[in-house]
Every structure is written in C-alpha cells, then in structure tokens.
C-alpha cells in the first residue's frame, strides 16, 4: 500500500485551486437517474469515490462518458436496479441512489451500507423518509428492497431529524424522491448544508419544484418528469478548509482560489478565534501565518451552518501546536477521533473521552510514522506532518485519495515536501 513522505517545517507559499465538493457530486450523479434525458456535470472533482459512484451508475443502466473534469450521464437501459454490495461497501453515499431509483423505476435494491471508522451510520431517516412517501422498505440479505405503491409515490409531511439533528444524505434522497411523488411534501429538519443547496437546485433546473433548501424545511411540489440538464458542482468547502488549515500549521503564506468563503463561516470563526490571519473575497481566501502560533480554541460540531464535524480532525492538528488548551466536542460522530492516536504519536498532547478531545497545545511536533484511518483524518495527519519537525511516514493513504484529488501532487506545487512512495506489496 502506498504511503506518504512528508519533510515538515517548510512553509507552503503561492496559491491552490479548489476542486469540486465531493459531498456534492455523490448525490447529484445519483440524482442523475431522474433525467428522461443526458446530463452534463462539470467542476468534477477526480477522486476514487466519484469512480466508485459512477461505477454504481454503469450497473443500473447509466451510460457514462468523461472528458476531463467533465462527466455526462445518461439512462440507457433499467434491466438492472439493484446497487452491489460490492460497491455500496466502498462507499457508503451509494446509498444516495435509493430514493432517486424508487421514484424512477418505482422498485430497486440497494446494498446496506456498511459502518466505517468513525461510527455507527446508521440509515433509519432514509428510510423512514421513504415509507412516509408510501415506500414499502424491506431488508432482505444485507439489501434493502424498496417498492413504491402502484400509482407512485405520495407526497407527505415528513419530519427528517433523528438524535443527531438533521441527516444530509436521508435529504438529499427524500428529496430526490419526492419530485415525482403525486402531491406536495414537506421535509422538517432537513439538513442545511450547501450540498443539499446545490443538490436541489440541480432538480429545478431538471424541472423539479422545490422550495426552502438550504433551511430546515423543504418543499416539494412533484412534478410528472425531470429532463436532463448541465451542471457545475459547487467548490468543496472542506478541502478549501484542509488547505487553510494546512498553511496556518506550516507558517505559510496561501491563496486559495475558487472556493465559497460563505460557506464556510463557522469555519472562519474557529480560524478568527485562533488568531489566524485570513482574508478573503467572493471566491479566494488568503492565509499569511509567517508570524504565527495559533491561539487555543473550543469547538463544537454540528449540523450547517455550524462547524463541520468533516473539519474537526484538521482543526485538532491545528490546536495541537496552538497557544494553550482547546476544547473540541464532537456532536455528530463521537468515535470521529481516530487522527487523535496517531497525533499523539508524533508529540501531541491529546486526551479523548465521551465524545470530547481534550487538546493541550505544545510548541512542536515531531515526524512519525503514523497511519492514516478515515478520509478526514488523513487529511489531518499531512497537516500535523507538514507542521512537524523532521519526516513523517503515513500509510494507508489511500483514504485520503477517495476525498481529495491528487493532493500530493498539489501540495508539493505550493512547497510541501510532500512524496508519494510506493506500497510494499
Ligand atoms: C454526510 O454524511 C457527509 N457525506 C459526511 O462526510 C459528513 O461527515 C456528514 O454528512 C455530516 O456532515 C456525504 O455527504 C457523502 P448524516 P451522511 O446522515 O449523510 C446520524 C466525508 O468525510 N444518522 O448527516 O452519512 C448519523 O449517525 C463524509 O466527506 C442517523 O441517525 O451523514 C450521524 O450521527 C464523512 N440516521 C448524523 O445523523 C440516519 O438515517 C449525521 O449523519 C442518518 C444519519
């Protein structure tokens, strides 16, 4: 398995350009089954997940072709509608083509997701969202096997929210299946993130008719058909925060250009609190962190516009050098500490328990080998890297190839030494 090299204490300086949202493009290439006709995708990030959904895609029917950062779409044939395990277990937003499938073919199987490392993820709004719309929901063999009523599926008014709030991927496909339920429907405690947006108002401009996305109630008024359509996927908000991160860890000086600093504000108020110096326009963020030693911080995760659980792993590798002691919460997935352990091996001053990270800042870290074990917590481990005296090993990266494209290659243009060795075997 390959690994990572990385020569920490050099700056990164110049400027990185943002891909687009991972957490965008899943669900709209599943909200692709929809279309009576092709649809063309741009800004597509190049990352293994995507391969993954499009892979999904190709097994009920959908014809592919790719040019570029460019993907376009298109149902040929619906003989098949079940979605494979053996896909569905490699990534878990898979399971963004239910909701989408049932309204379409009116019955499908998809493959029960499976957990991965940073909790239990379970999928009980999905389908409670599914059976209010009249979805019969059974599991048979590790597949959920859903079949709409005769005549479709109906509109209703659904309360989405479970212990942890509001659930993005059980929105994205409650939503996805109410645009062509017979009637309107109503989604309380929908998730609110930027990906639901821009997921939502890829359906209007299929022809969909929904309102309120982006605040804790939908509404869906079904329509008989969506055409097909083009679209540009929104910048990953999550990246343009790993990048920002990275630079404030390394006393680097970084502009980051077309990403969405609206919609990262909670993020940027961690960053302002912890006296990182950034400014910013519509589309770029700049970083100037030559002087810096972060200031200590409290954070908590939850649901947009809050701060995003999917930034917590970066901001620890941050508060792991910052002035003082910060406090970080995880509200979403309280296990989602992982990039904690592997930190600790390399000097930090990290206790975790009951869903808390405890994070006393020390002056400097120092390389390691260490091991990366979610997408997010890789991220983590090259920015505790690049901040760490002396070379860092870290292995199993191919975590963080599923969420951001070629980040060796980018990182090493703006001055990481960042080098990509080959597996042993
Ligand atoms: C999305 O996952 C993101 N993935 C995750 O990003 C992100 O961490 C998460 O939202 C939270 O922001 C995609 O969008 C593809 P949830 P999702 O359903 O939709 C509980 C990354 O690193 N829950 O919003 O699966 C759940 O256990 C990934 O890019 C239920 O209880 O997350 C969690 O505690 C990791 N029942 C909370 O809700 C359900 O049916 C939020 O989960 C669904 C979720």
Redesign the pocket.
């Known amino acids: 398995m390959e690994s990572f090299s990385i020569i920490g204490g050099k700056p990164v300086q110049g400027s990185i350009a943002v891909r687009g949202s ?2 965008a493009t ?2 709209l290439l599943a909200a692709s089954l929809l279309a009576d006709g092709p649809c063309e995708f741009s800004n597509v990030p190049l990352l293994r997940d995507v391969q993954t959904q499009v892979k999904i895609l190709n097994t009920l029917g959908v014809e592919t072709v790719w040019q570029g950062r460019r993907v376009r779409t298109q149902v040929i044939d619906s003989y098949n509608n079940t979605a494979p395990y053996e896909l569905v277990k490699q990534m ?2 898979g399971v ?1 083509v239910l909701g989408p499938l049932l309204a379409k073919r009116g019955e499908c199987k998809v493959s029960l997701p499976g957990g ?1 490392v ?11 969202g599914l059976e209010a719309l009249g979805a019969e929901i059974s599991m048979e063999h590790g597949y959920i096997h859903a079949k709409a009523p005769k005549g479709g599926l109906v509109g209703n008014e659904i309360y989405l929210g ?9 929105t ?1 496909n409650v939503m996805s299946a109410a645009v062509l339920a017979r009637g309107t429907t109503t989604i309380e405690c929908a ?1 609110c ?1 930027p ?1 639901v947006v821009d997921v939502a108002q890829f359906l209007n401009a299929m022809g969909a008719r929904i309102e309120g996305a982006g605040s804790p109630r939908i509404t869906i008024r079904g329509v008989k058909r969506l055409r097909g359509c083009a679209w540009s996927v929104i910048p990953d908000r ?1 990246e343009a925060a790993t990048f920002v991160v990275l630079a404030a860890a390394c006393r680097g000086q970084l502009t980051i250009k077309g990403c969405r600093p609206d919609h990262m504000l909670a993020f940027l108020d961690v960053l302002r609190q912890m006296q990182v110096p950034v400014s910013r326009s519509a589309s770029s963020l700049t970083i100037d962190a030559r002087s810096l030693r972060p200031a200590a911080c409290d954070v908590v995760t939850l ?2 516009p809050a701060f ?3 930034c917590q792993a970066q901001i620890m590798a941050l508060a792991a050098i910052a002035k003082g002691t910060s406090v970080i919460t995880e509200r ?2 309280p296990e989602r500490f992982m990039a904690g352990a592997e930190m600790k091996r390399m000097g930090a001053d990290i206790r975790v328990a009951n869903g808390q990270a405890v994070v006393n800042g020390v002056s400097a870290l120092q390389g390691a080998e260490v091991m990366a074990s ?3 917590a890789s991220a983590a481990l090259v920015i505790a890297a690049a901040a760490a005296k002396g070379e860092s090993l870290i292995s199993r990266i191919y975590h963080i190839d599923r ?1 951001y494209e070629r980040i060796d290659e980018r990182l090493a243009k703006v001055g990481l030494a960042i080098r990509r060795c080959p597996g042993a075997g």
């Open positions: 991972k957490n899943l669900p878990r937003a963004c991965c940073i909790g239990e993820r379970p999928i009980d709004l999905h389908l409670r479970g212990k942890f709030g509001s659930s993005v991927t059980a994205e998730a993130e990906e999550i649901p947009y995003p659980t999917d979403i997935y979610d997408l997010r969420g």
